[in-house]
């Protein structure tokens, strides 16, 4: 069954490779993210991964995307990755006012936090904020 679930999201994702984002009929945020999550479902990351990579192009901010980034990667042990986008999501949470935090991005947060105390007791968030501050002096 798992089979014949990636094989349909795998059309799903050549076809909306090939539109362009513009185009009439490209899929929406929701739709996309459904995709991922189905992706994650099976198990396959890196597939949920390219999907949201589209999702993030959209809208950068999107805290809901960026904890479902750092979470897949974290799934499949890239735990570098996994802390930049948890990084993120904490200078992002700093930022929020509190009339902007709707019952989902507080979910969001909440598991995002357990994230990135994980990453940061494996030390990956030290790493992923140096990485950070070698590309801001760059």
Same mark, same amino acid.
């Given at each position: 069954?798992?089979?014949?679930?990636?094989?349909?999201?795998? @059309?799903?994702?050549?076809?909306? @490779?090939?539109?362009?984002?513009?185009e009439?009929?490209?899929?929406?945020?929701?739709?996309?993210?459904?995709?991922?999550?189905?992706?994650?479902?099976?198990?396959?990351?890196?597939?949920? =991964?390219?999907?949201?990579? =589209?999702?993030?192009?959209?809208?950068?901010?999107? &805290?809901?995307?960026?904890?479902?980034?750092? +979470?897949?990667h974290?799934?499949? @042990?890239?735990?570098?990755?996994?802390?930049?986008?948890?990084?993120?999501?904490?200078? %992002?949470?700093?930022? +929020?006012?509190?009339?902007?935090?709707?019952?989902?991005?507080?979910?969001?947060?909440?598991? %995002?936090?357990?994230?990135?105390? @994980?990453?940061?007791?494996?030390?990956? &968030?030290?790493?992923?904020?140096?990485?950070?501050?070698?590309?801001e002096?760059?």
């Open positions: 069954r798992d089979a014949e679930a990636e094989e349909a999201l795998n @059309k799903i994702q050549d076809i909306v @490779k090939k539109m362009d984002d513009n009439e009929g490209y899929p929406d945020r929701d739709m996309l993210m459904n995709i991922s999550k189905n992706f994650a479902e099976i198990e396959r990351y890196e597939k949920a =991964i390219e999907v949201l990579d =589209i999702v993030k192009q959209m809208n950068d901010q999107d &805290i809901e995307v960026t904890y479902y980034l750092a +979470l897949y974290y799934n499949i @042990k890239e735990y570098e990755d996994s802390a930049v986008y948890s990084s993120e999501i904490n200078e %992002a949470h700093k930022k +929020l006012q509190k009339e902007d935090i709707t019952p989902l991005i507080q979910d969001c947060l909440e598991a %995002a936090n357990e994230l990135y105390k @994980k990453l940061d007791e494996m030390g990956f &968030i030290d790493k992923a904020q140096q990485n950070e501050e070698d590309v002096m760059k």
